[in-house]
């Protein structure tokens, strides 16, 4: 059973950045499309895009382009979501999911099967 | 695009049937089969009952279920069972994005 285990809290102040972890076990890593998801207090999940693994291609949702970066190292079977210029806006908990969807065809979002516990990122002065 | 419109709540008693629904348009929910469906416990992640409109992953109960007709998703569920206390958001494929609904809070009585 494939698990997604990410990185600790974070806590910044605004105008930092912050690079949030999430390492697959398995071998399957490079096999399915990667979502980053975040959820801010009390309201429901934000898609913000996705990173196909085998390639590294990546597709942002329109408010996450130019200050957000999703990357990932095949080596270890990790993936990487940064954010830079940070807000009190950012403050969230960041997810990472796998999709059912196969890396060697066209993304098409099946569903999120597997979730990370999630990453709680804290924005304040 | 607008997020998908889910009704803030709904509630049953044990043994009944409710369903949700999840109103989008001719953009996502209306023009695709992949529409899914996600549980949220307070304080854990979400997690997939219902994928491609009416599939259940492996180890969701058959008591789930998922339909769609025109711009409006459902997720029905029966027999209901206090652990289904939870809250409900629907998810949908669009071309340019991904898209999620508000939620919906399930109270059991």
């Known amino acids: 059973q494939v698990q997604l285990v990410q990185s600790g809290a974070e806590v910044k102040k605004p105008g930092a950045s912050v690079k949030v972890s999430c390492k697959a076990s398995?071998?399957?890593?490079?096999?399915?499309?990667m979502h980053w998801v975040r959820q801010a207090p009390g309201q429901g999940p934000e898609w913000m895009g996705w990173i196909n693994p085998k390639t590294g291609d990546t597709k942002y949702a329109q408010k996450f382009q130019g200050w957000v970066t999703m990357t990932r190292d095949t080596s270890i079977s990790t993936a990487y979501l940064e954010l830079t210029r940070l807000t009190s806006d950012d403050t969230a908990v960041y997810y990472c999911?796998?999709?059912?969807?196969?890396?060697?065809?066209?993304?098409?979002?099946?569903?999120?099967?597997?979730w990370g516990q999630g990453t709680t990122v804290a924005v304040s002065s | 695009q607008s997020a998908l419109t889910q009704p803030a709540s709904v509630s049953g008693s044990p043994g009944q049937s409710i369903t949700i629904s999840c109103t989008g348009s001719s953009g996502d929910v209306g023009s695709f089969k992949y529409v899914s469906w996600y549980q949220q416990e307070p304080g854990k992640a979400p997690k997939l009952m219902i994928y491609?409109?009416?599939n259940r992953p492996s180890g969701v109960s058959n008591r789930f279920s998922g339909s769609k007709s025109g711009n409006t998703a459902s997720l029905t569920i029966s027999g209901l069972q206090a652990g289904d206390e939870a809250d409900y958001y629907c998810s949908s494929y669009t071309t340019s994005t991904t898209l999620f609904g508000g939620g919906t809070k399930l109270t059991v009585l």
């Open positions: 398995g071998n399957t890593f490079s096999d399915y499309y």
């Open positions: 491609g409109v009416s």
């Open positions: 999911a796998r999709d059912l969807c196969w890396t060697g065809g066209d993304f098409y979002y099946y569903g999120m099967d597997v």
